[in-house]
């Protein structure tokens, strides 16, 4: 079956960087859109920085010039580079694999900014 590890969280301070990977197994990763999906305590999941099987990217508005999403699929690893991080950038992220049997997440990865 599908499974997505993520890892890279832990506590940092305002402005410092966190690299985040999700490595995935059990699909065909290459064809497979991936997101990062932050969800602070109280709010929803919402999409920060998706890739495409073709490599086009996109991302909120709020992290544009701060994050950069890259993915590897000869080792079937997706990464989320964070810079300038803001304590408002605190929570759990998800990694989340698209593909056609469905949409496939993993257990999250804490992150947390301190001003």
């Known amino acids: 079956q599908v499974q997505l590890v993520e890892s890279g969280g832990g506590l940092v301070q305002a402005g410092g960087s966190l690299r985040l990977s999700c490595a995935a197994s059990?699909?065909?990763?290459?064809?497979?859109?991936m997101g990062w999906y932050p969800q602070a305590p109280g709010k929803q999941r919402e999409l920060v920085a998706g890739?495409?099987?073709?490599?086009?990217?996109n991302y909120a508005d709020f992290v544009k010039g701060r994050f950069t999403i890259s993915r590897d699929n000869a080792k079937n690893t997706l990464y989320l580079q964070m810079s300038s991080l803001k304590p408002e950038d605190t929570a759990v992220y998800y990694c989340r694999e698209t593909s056609a049997t469905g949409d496939y997440w993993g257990q999250g990865t804490q992150v947390t900014v301190s001003s």
């Open positions: 890739i495409r099987s073709g490599g086009s990217r």
């Open positions: 059990g699909s065909i990763f290459s064809i497979n859109a």
